[in-house]
């Protein structure tokens, strides 16, 4: 087996640009759970842009927004919406994953550059992705602060309740007509990624709208990317949706892992935060289509958590309504038992479950 020229150690965070990033912060703080631990902006002597750095487990997301008009990460928020800008890796040597990528075909983004304050150095490089996406390579072993140079550390105001994301099983991008194989080919070349699973529009249609996916893992397998693009249906699927009101390929949903999927949805719920729900008759077969769960089916339905197997095991999961305005990002939460795959056998209830609404978005 040849090496893997792009070693990566997992993400390291996700970068949002938004148009209100203080309030971006106490939304995925007191609806989510996230914990507030870095900051930089104008409270430190920067006055071009703000950010906040929000963690919980190994899910760390950054929410950043201008301070003045005119910027680049204005033009994204006027564009896109709140969106993910940046798929952080984690990598021991951030020069030599960008030299790889770059040498393969990647279009750089930033070049390699460190960062240093009284807590060591930090190396970022980074390279284009669809839309306006990057990912950025992150090298932070000479490095103890917060999160970044520049950045200081902050506490929350009030309590924080974490609802136990324990870390992004898999984050997914929504691309324009004909660009999926692009963009495989990009993770397959560029970053040394192997496809695990393809879906095609027999696999994921339903009566008026498809789409085609593909999946994309890394060499150890800790980060996965699954690609959709849209196909050709009756009516606008959930694809050209996002594509539209994004303007563009960008992340459709990030997938957190949570080891109790019944408590973590169950507390979501309680703090207000909507999920698609599935006509009940998804229930009514369902140890039929997947055998024998630890979990009591009654409860499940209340919550409207799916499950799939696949040869290893089987997966719990379910999917919020869009973070903000647009219906664009989205989370889904994931436990894994066992299974590896995603849920192939959600996709027709989950892809009716969205038509609903976006019959009543008017958007179909
Ligand atoms: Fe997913």
Redesign the pocket.
């Known amino acids: 087996m040849s090496q893997d020229f792009l070693p990566l150690n997992g993400t390291d965070h996700v970068e949002l640009y938004v148009s209100n990033a203080k309030q971006a912060a106490y939304f995925y703080q007191s609806a989510f759970g996230f914990e507030p631990v870095a900051y930089k902006g104008l409270n430190n002597g920067f006055q071009d842009f703000e950010s906040y750095v929000v963690q919980q487990d190994k899910v760390r997301l950054v929410l950043t927004s201008p301070l003045k008009g005119g910027t680049a990460i204005g033009k994204h928020v006027d564009t896109h919406g709140d969106g993910v800008k940046n798929i952080a890796l984690w990598v021991d040597d951030a020069e030599k994953a960008f030299q790889e990528t770059v040498n393969r075909g990647a279009e750089p983004d930033f070049l390699p550059m460190e960062l240093s304050d009284a807590f060591g150095t930090v190396k970022l490089a980074g390279i284009k992705l669809y839309g306006d996406t990057s990912h950025v390579f992150v090298e932070r072993k000479n490095y103890s602060g917060a999160f970044l140079p520049g950045y200081i550390p902050i506490r929350a105001k009030g309590p924080v309740h974490p609802v136990g994301f324990k870390y992004i099983?898999?984050?997914?991008a929504n691309v324009d007509w004909g660009q999926m194989n692009t963009w495989v080919e990009f993770y397959a070349k560029v970053m040394g990624f192997t496809q695990l699973i393809s879906f095609d529009d027999k696999d994921i249609s339903t009566e008026y709208t498809a789409l085609m996916s593909k999946v994309m893992s890394n060499g150890n397998g800790r980060i996965k990317f699954?690609i959709n693009e849209p196909a050709e249906g009756k009516k606008r699927s959930q694809v050209e949706e996002y594509l539209m009101f994004y303007g563009g390929s960008g992340v459709q949903?990030i997938?957190l892992a949570t080891d109790d999927i019944i408590e973590t949805v169950g507390e979501l719920q309680r703090r207000g935060i909507d999920f698609l729900t599935v006509p009940s008759t998804y229930y009514e077969d369902l140890i039929e289509r997947v055998g024998h769960i630890d979990e009591e089916i009654n409860i499940l339905a209340k919550l409207g958590i799916l499950v799939d197997r696949d040869e290893d095991g089987y997966l719990l999961?379910i999917?919020s309504q869009p973070l903000q305005s647009r219906p664009t990002l989205f989370f889904?939460i994931?436990q894994r038992k066992g299974a590896t795959s995603?849920?192939k056998g959600n996709f027709k209830a989950l892809f009716e479950a969205i038509e609903r609404e976006q019959m009543v978005r008017g958007t179909l």
């Open positions: 099983d898999h984050m997914v699954p949903h997938a999961q999917f889904e994931i995603f849920g």
